[in-house]
Every structure is written in structure tokens, then in C-alpha cells.
């Protein structure tokens, strides 16, 4: 603060000093003209006049070089004095506006003036509409218990005198004017407020808030120019207070509503879990239900009947089904832990499907199932976890087998629609079918037509491309097949195969080694 | 002692397989079902006089089972068998009069004396 006086006093020198100049160099010419048509009665030279006009600058220099240093001072030395209050309170006025936070422009205002004017004590009081009452928001030299009490009805005999008046109003002087019952009530709700002087802070014509001043430290009571001052600045605080307390219920309602949405989620993640640890235990005990069942069916036998090929038996059931309930958590845990996932790196589309076809194919030959693939030469690279990515594919052919059962096709067509930045894969089989009232449902967790299967494929396989910002749709008829299209963003920058290379930065690692040696 | 009718009813074949060799070692004449729509045809063609029942299984459950057996044959015992423990599921199987509600992962020698017991009231 001292700084920018100090700027504002050279400035101020600076000025005065050119324009004294520009002055007594004119008073200087005007006579230098005078004398040379007119005469003059003294002698007049260059010199006499360069004098003059040096003299005449050096007077006003000096005087406002004397003036500045005597202002410095008192705002250094004397920071309670009248004239440094009322600049730093229009000072203060100006920038009120500007603060939207309400805390902060309270808190600003209570504060400058109980220390500009040395207060025993200072309190703003803003206007509730649900109380009809004016309540304290901030306080200084009050305790927090006597704070927490200063509040004034909306109909308080005080408001109504502040709004006759609407201007500040002292206790001593405002009693006088009033009949004795209504001056013992007002000075009763003077006492209330712990003030002398009440200023109201009005916008639009309504007093939305009050500014309760004590006497000074000192005992001594407002000067009339802090008054003046005073009123400038409450004149000032009305719009803001009013911006503060809009913004205020703003952040309020906007702070509920991001509380209920979030509790929305909560609810739709918890129906979810629930829904998935009904599935858990389910699956999971069924698998439990046979190892513990065989075993125990051996145990009971005793020693009669036991023969190594049924031991053999009963112990291959065990590690099958071990594996299977391994499975169900394994598939489980991608639902569960989102965020451990790998980091996204650039996947091809046509080495990940080749994988996939890789892991299947022995499989499929026993089923006499042919998997044809269409894909475009230069497909874009897609962003996203390599595992994850595995995983959808696998599941959407593994889908695409079970529909089929025996002897049929499944095409894989790979195309790149460059206007919408996508990557579209469809996977179609020459199964049995869906349902159209089905073709939603079947993305539900749990959700089988199968008797030895967990139905979490497809769940998972739509959670993934949730995940990487894609859709995944079924377009089916029962008896011709059905087919999954799914739609992956391409990453921006990349357009094709061969830009993708290019984009590696350190941060993006590059594909695994994926060789394109499978089929 | 002439020996117990006795079907099972679960969709997962294994879980058939492995009851029907426990019971058949103990005298029962055992038969298997893995939906609930050859449940009811057994039940109607061999009249069992104790059930085995899950309760989940795709298309007709055991819950549905239960409420067409209970209201054609009441002398037939049933007992419950589930995987899940929803308290809705259970008290409606209780409501509908299932002899006993057991969860799976299931002690078989629990099962054998449960089902004995049932019997011997017959």
C-alpha cells in the first residue's frame, strides 16, 4: 500500500513540476511581448525573465515536493487520520464489486474499517428471507458467543427508522428525534447490535444488510467525514452483497446437486455390486458344490469300492471346476478394479483379432467353424489396454462359437469410417439367434441362455468399450445370426497405419511386438 | 425295505451325477432332472416321494417347481437346495411348504440324514 503512495506521490510531483513550467514559461513570454510593443515600467531582459520563470518553478516545485512529503507522512505515521480513512475506504469501495466470493467480501469490509478506524467493535448483519431477520455472517472485536446472538427481526422499530432515513443513523441523535417508547425500543436494539452507529446497506430499494459500528477505541465518536466515507462505501457494499449472496445460493444449489448426483451413481455402482455378488456366490458355489461333492462321495465310500480310474475321474472334475471358479473371479476383477488396469497404448486391431482367432482355432476345427476376415490394408491403430482389448475380442468370438454350436461361419469385417474418426469391427455368426426383446438383456451380467456358462462375457466385453469411449450394439434375428458391431475411436493425429508409427512419443509405447505370423 | 423314489433336480449335470452315486449307494432309486420343465415330467411319469430341488435354473426354477408340485402331489417331500441365500427366495419356498431349505456348498451326510428323517415320516 505504501508503495503505490509513494508511485502516486512522484507522479503527482512530476506533474505539477511540468505544468508550474509551462506556466512561468508563458508568464515569461506574455511579458517578453508586453514589453517589447508596449514597454513596460521596469526593465525587462532574457535574463530577467529566465529568472522569473526559474523562480516561479523552483515556488511551485518546492510547495508540492512539501505537500507529497507531508501526505507520505501522515499516511505512514498516522493511518487513523481522517484523510488517510476516507482514501483508503473509497479505496476499498471501488474494489468491492469485483469480489464474488461472500466470505472474502465481508470479511474484507468488517475488517478494513474496524482497523482503519480503530472500532471496539464492528458487525455486518445480512437480510435471511426464510427468518425475516438480519443475522450476523462476520464480526471483529466481538466473541463468538456474542456474535452468534446479534441477529434483528425484519421489523425491528430500527429497520423501520433506517429506512426513513436510509442513511446512517447514531444512536444519541436518531433517540432524540423519537417519542420515549420508541426511543427505549431503538436504543434497546442498539444495545442488541453492541453499536452507536448503524448504516444500512441497501440495493434496489431494500435494506439487505447492516453495518453496526461501535465507538472507537478511544472512546471518541465518528468524525463526519469518516461518516461521508462510510456511506460511500455501503453505498459500494449493496450490489456486491447482493452479486456475494446470489453467487453464494449459486455454489449452494450447484454444490446439492453434484451431492445427489453422485449419491445417483453410488446407487446405480452399489445395484450393480449387488446384482454381481448375488452372481458371485452363485456361480461360485455351484463349482464348490461338485468339488466338495465328488470328494465327499469318496470319502463316504470308504475303502470298499475305490478303484484309481474313479480317484482319476473325481480328481480331474476337482481341477476342472477349481478352474472355472478361478475364472468367474479372474472376470470379475476386471468389473471390479478399472483404474489398475495397463496404461492405453496404440493396439492393431488386425494383430489382436489374429491372436484371438489363434486361441480359438483349435477349438473351432472341432466344431467345423470357418472364420473369415475382412480387414482394410490401412486400418488406424486404436487406443486402449492390450489386455483389455484381448479380452473383448475374445469374448465376442467365443459368443459367436457358442451361438454357432456346430458347423457354421463367423465373419470378422474391419472398416475404417475416417468421417467420424471410428474404427468398426462387426463379428457375425451363423447362430441361432436372439431375440429382438432380447438384444438388450444380453449385456446384463449374469445374463445366460447356456447351462455351463457364467454370462459375464458380454458385460464385460460392453464395460471395455464404455471404457475406451466406443459403443458396442446386436443386430440379430432368430435363425439367421446375429451380429456385434463394435464402433473404437481412433486416437486424433492418427489417420492411418503408417502416421500411427510416427506418433510414438515416450510416453506411448509402442504395441508389443505383435507378429502377424498367426493364420 | 423296498427302496425310496428319489429324484434330483439340478441344472448342473455334475452335481446330478455325484448325488445319484451317493444316494444310489444307499439304497435309493434315483433319478436326475437338469431343468424344471423334465422335472415335472418326471415327477408326473415316476412319482418320486422326495425331491431334490435348486432353485435357480433358466426357464421354469425351482421356486415354480415347487408351487405345481406342492399343489398336485402334497405328499411329495421336497427339500431345497440353492446356491444363494436371498431371505425373499427362502421364505417364499418356506410359505409355499418346502420340507427344508439347505444352501450348496451341501454335507452330504447332513443331506442323507435330512432325507431319511423326511421318509420315515411318509
Avoid at chain 1, 164 to 185: E, G, H, M, P, V
Wanted: aromatic share 6%.
Amino acid at each position: 500500500m505504501h508503495h503505490g503512495l509513494k508511485r502516486d506521490f512522484l507522479i503527482r510531483c512530476a506533474i505539477l513540476l511540468c505544468v508550474s513550467m509551462i506556466i512561468s514559461v508563458l508568464i515569461g513570454l506574455s511579458l517578453l511581448i508586453l514589453d517589447r510593443f508596449s514597454g513596460l515600467a521596469f526593465p525587462l531582459s532574457i535574463v530577467n525573465s529566465m529568472l522569473l520563470f526559474a523562480t516561479v518553478s523552483f515556488t511551485v516545485a518546492t510547495s508540492s515536493l512539501i505537500y507529497g512529503l507531508l501526505r507520505s507522512f501522515v499516511y505512514r505515521y498516522l493511518p487513523s487520520s481522517p484523510i488517510c480513512v476516507s482514501h483508503e475506504l473509497s479505496k476499498i469501495s471501488s474494489k468491492l464489486i469485483s469480489i464474488l466470493d461472500f466470505n472474502e467480501l465481508v470479511n474484507l469490509v468488517t475488517n478494513t474499517v474496524y482497523d482503519l478506524l480503530a472500532l471496539k467493535n464492528i458487525a455486518l448483519l445480512v437480510y435471511n428471507k426464510d427468518s425475516n431477520s438480519y443475522i450476523c455472517v462476520t464480526s471483529a472485536g466481538l466473541s463468538i458467543t456474542e456474535m452468534s446472538h446479534l441477529s434483528l427481526e425484519g421489523d425491528d422499530l430500527l429497520i423501520a427508522t433506517l429506512r426513513s432515513n436510509s442513511t446512517c443513523i447514531y444512536r444519541d441523535t436518531i433517540i432524540k428525534s423519537l417519542s420515549w417508547q420508541d426511543a427505549s425500543i431503538v436504543s434497546h436494539s442498539f444495545a442488541r447490535l453492541r453499536s452507536l452507529y448503524v448504516l444500512p446497506v441497501m440495493y434496489e430499494g431494500q435494506i439487505i444488510g447492516l453495518l453496526c459500528l461501535s465507538a472507537k477505541k478511544n472512546e471518541k465518536r465518528l468524525l463526519r467525514k469518516e461518516i461521508v466515507s462510510l456511506q460511500g462505501l455501503s453505498a459500494h457494499l449493496g450490489p456486491a452483497l447482493h452479486n456475494a449472496t446470489t453467487m453464494n445460493s449459486l455454489k449452494k444449489i450447484n454444490n446439492e446437486l453434484v451431492d445427489t448426483q453422485s449419491q445417483l451413481l453410488q446407487t446405480a455402482k452399489m445395484s450393480a455390486l449387488e446384482k454381481l455378488a448375488a452372481g458371485i456366490a452363485h456361480e461360485i458355489h455351484n463349482p464348490l458344490t461338485i468339488i466338495s461333492g465328488k470328494a465327499q462321495v469318496l470319502l463316504l465310500k470308504g475303502e470298499k469300492k475305490l478303484d484309481a480310474q474313479k480317484v482319476t475321474e473325481v480328481l480331474t472334475t476337482i481341477v476342472q471346476q477349481t478352474k472355472r471358479a478361478a475364472d468367474i473371479t479372474r472376470r470379475l476383477l476386471m468389473f471390479a478394479k478399472p483404474q489398475q488396469i495397463e496404461t492405453k497404448r496404440l493396439i492393431s486391431i488386425e494383430s489382436v483379432i489374429n491372436d484371438t482367432i489363434s486361441l480359438v482355432s483349435y477349438q473351432v476345427s472341432l466344431d467345423e467353424i470357418r472364420i473369415v476376415k475382412i480387414i482394410e490394408s490401412n486400418t488406424p491403430f486404436i487406443a486402449g489396454s492390450l489386455l483389455e482389448v484381448r479380452e473383448l475380442f475374445l469374448n465376442l468370438i467365443l459368443n459367436s462359437i457358442q451361438a454357432i454350436g456346430t458347423q457354421g461361419v463367423i465373419t470378422i469385417v474391419v472398416k475404417h469410417i475416417e468421417k467420424d474418426g471410428l474404427v468398426k469391427i462387426s463379428i457375425a455368426d451363423t447362430g441361432k439367434g436372439i431375440p429382438k426383446e432380447k438384444t438388450v438383456d444380453i449385456f446384463d451380467p449374469f445374463y445366460t441362455t447356456k447351462v455351463d456358462c457364467v454370462g459375464l462375457g458380454l458385460f464385460v466385453s460392453q464395460q471395455i468399450v464404455n471404457r475406451m469411449g466406443g459403443a458396442i450394439k446386436v443386430d440379430s434375428a432368430p435363425g439367421t445370426g446375429s451380429v456385434f458391431n463394435v464402433l473404437l475411436p481412433v486416437p486424433l493425429r492418427i489417420t492411418s497405419r503408417h502416421s500411427g508409427e510416427s506418433v510414438h512419443s515416450p510416453d506411448q509405447r509402442v504395441p508389443l511386438q505383435e507378429n502377424n505370423s498367426t493364420k | 425295505m423296498p427302496m425310496s423314489k428319489m429324484l434330483i433336480v439340478d441344472d448342473e449335470r455334475e452335481i446330478c451325477d455325484f448325488l445319484k452315486e451317493f444316494f444310489s449307494d444307499r439304497e435309493f432309486d434315483v433319478s436326475t432332472a437338469s431343468s424344471g420343465e423334465e422335472a415335472l415330467h418326471k415327477i408326473a411319469s415316476e412319482n418320486p416321494k422326495i425331491l431334490l430341488l435348486d432353485v435357480t435354473m433358466p426357464g421354469i426354477d425351482g421356486i415354480d417347481v415347487l408351487r405345481e408340485v406342492k399343489e398336485r402331489y402334497p405328499y411329495i417331500k421336497v427339500i431345497m437346495v440353492t446356491a444363494v441365500e436371498t431371505p425373499d427366495k427362502m421364505e417364499e419356498a418356506l410359505r409355499l411348504g418346502a420340507d427344508n431349505y439347505i444352501t450348496k456348498p451341501l454335507s452330504l451326510e447332513y443331506l442323507e440324514k435330512d432325507v431319511r428323517e423326511k421318509i420315515a415320516k411318509l
